[in-house]
């Protein structure tokens, strides 16, 4: 009879064809080369790429069906290889041609809050997809051994290839140094070459991928490695587990106070959990052997197992919480998918621990299997319309702001326009709609701008100058100008202060106001105070420039000193009245060993 660990090496690859390792190492190469030209398209605006319902699509299918099929492939002949990969094929165009219905009709970078978490999950989605596939081709006698050995094999070798890229153009670079010491250029340039780039990462994620699938000691030593570390920790992290529920009662409400709701709990206890999970399947392997502990801790690891639901229940009621005070967002919406399902898998390894036999966990195995296909199930459920995230994210902050609709937070309107997609944007028109019938002037015409903008930040904009074009004039009268002595700010100190590396002209985008102090010192011929106050910054950021007039140059200017203020209410207000007062320490300075010691914050 066969152990466990011999039936896992047993359903390793065996070695690959030599046109079967040629067509894995081709067929990484050209997705490289595809990846480099569709990035071309999108740089250099071609009409095809222009649609994000054209390339995003593109870019998905480019990534993860090749992906798929070079881990998966055994044999080139193989028919139901390639008719399986065509249903794979629609599979995923349909997901991100959905992805895209939620985003706003404009580039990546303005749709990174929708397309990003799409991404991660389309790609946990394809792994699991992945060791599904590559059972169905084998259909081999017992399938959860097949599964669990395919999917270790797989994150392995994706660990191995992202190591041996990293390796490869680590010598790259070598050479690279050691030509130019003899400063000879060619190298450098060559691969400083973007197609090149795109073809050489290719190439090793080929090479890569073809070490861990035709070369599977290698990924057996490195497993059983894993493995022994894992099993070595489950004791420690179900010892953990135990003394965190035992301590429970005596701590419970100490898990509700202050900001420790928000995600900290639901985070904390997500990630127990899905630890415990990881470490205990690591430790479990196909179920063909109790666990490798004596009887007492076999008990230990038991218990901690049944107590899961403690905390799947805790930090399910965190989520539910934070989303009952402040209602949906996209992160609150997968957290809460996310720690459903560590639940769920929590429940299930629960009862099998319950209904356990002869000192094996026979449904962790089912459980597994069911809560993979339940992911997938859920990531593509996710993206219909009408019941994804980002719809019912902007309905229920849409129905929040609209109980006061004369004191909407811009923020909250700014996260409507730029992070909830193309269903964030219909909220906003909805709640102009409502604001128009309820005579909010303001409020309207603060949305409509927000509708009329396409970035949410200045850098963002294509319209920007570039560096060294600054219209001087136009940021003299940006800036909000408070003086008894000059009409606007002196272009000598806007210049100053870009030259070291203030972003002035900042003053001159959206959603930034700058205001501008003459002070009266007598310490020095003139001194400004300069505050930009960015919306998108925690503060508003003020400098204090002198002129001195010792100075060779009238027009020089000296940076004293730059301080980042918490923005406040009173804060704000004081800006926009120009209520700033200079006030002198009660003590000097006080000089030390050629170091200054200000006391300037002693009031009296």
């Not at 699991?128 to 094999?153: D, G, K, R």
């Amino acid at each position: 009879m066969q152990t466990q660990a011999t039936e896992i090496e047993n359903n390793f690859d065996t070695v690959l064809t030599r046109p079967t390792r040629y067509f894995i190492v081709v067929l990484a190469i050209v997705q490289a080369i595809v990846l480099y030209g569709l990035a071309q398209g999108l740089e250099r605006d071609w009409w095809w790429l222009t649609s994000l319902s054209v390339s995003f699509p593109l870019f998905t299918l480019v990534l993860t069906v090749p992906a798929m099929f070079m881990l998966t492939i055994r044999c080139i002949n193989q028919r139901s290889l390639w008719w399986s990969s065509a249903g794979f094929l629609l599979f995923f165009l349909a997901l991100a041609w959905l992805a895209t219905l939620l985003a706003n009709p404009t580039s990546f970078s303005d749709n990174t809050h929708v397309l990003m978490p799409f991404a991660l999950l389309l790609a946990a989605s394809a792994f699991i997809l992945t060791a599904f596939w590559q059972v169905w081709l084998q259909q081999p006698q017992h399938c959860y051994p097949a599964l669990f050995s395919h999917a270790w094999q797989n994150a392995l070798t994706l660990l191995l290839m992202l190591v041996f890229v990293g390796i490869g153009w680590a010598l790259i670079s070598l050479c690279i140094s050691l030509f130019r010491l003899l400063s000879i250029e060619f190298f450098a340039e060559f691969f400083r070459a973007e197609p090149v780039r795109y073809a050489t990462t290719g190439l090793l994620i080929g090479f890569g991928i073809l070490i861990g699938r035709n070369e599977p000691k290698p990924i057996q030593m490195t497993r059983k490695i894993v493995f022994a570390v894992f099993t070595w920790l489950l004791p420690v992290l179900a010892l953990i587990v135990l003394l965190f529920v035992i301590a429970l009662p005596f701590g419970f409400s100490e898990l509700w106070s202050g900001e420790r709701s928000v995600f900290s709990v639901a985070f904390l206890l997500a990630f127990l959990i899905g630890a415990f999970l990881l470490f205990f399947n690591a430790v479990y392997q196909t179920g063909e052997a109790p666990l490798p502990y004596p009887h007492w801790l076999r008990w230990v690891v038991r218990l901690a197992t049944l107590s899961l639901p403690i905390l799947a229940a805790i930090a399910l009621a965190a989520v539910i919480t934070r989303i009952g005070e402040y209602g949906w967002t996209p992160p609150r919406y997968w957290a809460l998918v996310l720690i459903l399902v560590l639940s769920a898998h929590a429940i299930g390894y629960a009862y099998s621990a319950i209904r356990q036999n002869g000192g094996e966990l026979q449904l962790i195995p089912r459980v597994n299997v069911l809560m993979a296909a339940l992911l997938v199930a859920v990531v593509t459920f996710s993206h219909l319309p009408g019941i994804n995230p980002y719809t019912l994210s902007a309905q229920s902050q849409a129905q929040r702001l609209a109980t006061d609709l004369a004191n909407m937070p811009s923020a909250d309107l700014t996260w409507l326009r730029f992070e909830v997609g193309k269903p964030g944007v219909q909220a906003l028109q909805n709640l102009s709609a409502q604001a128009s019938a309820a005579n909010e002037a303001e409020q309207v015409e603060t949305i409509t701008a927000l509708l009329n903008r396409e970035h949410r930040h200045w850098y963002q904009a294509q319209e920007r100058q570039a560096e060294g074009e600054i219209n001087w004039e136009a940021l003299q009268q940006a800036v909000v100008w408070r003086s008894t002595e000059t009409e606007t700010v002196p272009v000598s100190l806007l210049v100053a202060l870009q030259d070291g590396n203030l972003n002035i002209r900042d003053c001159g985008g959206d959603d930034v106001t700058c205001y501008g102090f003459d002070l009266t010192m007598t310490e020095v011929e003139r001194a400004i105070l300069l505050c930009v106050d960015r919306a998108w910054s925690y503060g508003v950021s003020c400098t204090l420039a002198v002129q001195n007039e010792h100075s060779v140059n009238h027009d020089e200017w000296e940076v004293v000193l730059t301080r980042l203020l918490a923005r406040t209410d009173e804060l704000t207000r004081a800006l926009r009245r120009g209520q700033v007062e200079l006030s002198r320490p009660c003590l000097p300075n006080v000089e030390l060993g050629g170091e200054i010691l200000s006391l300037s914050t002693y009031r009296c």
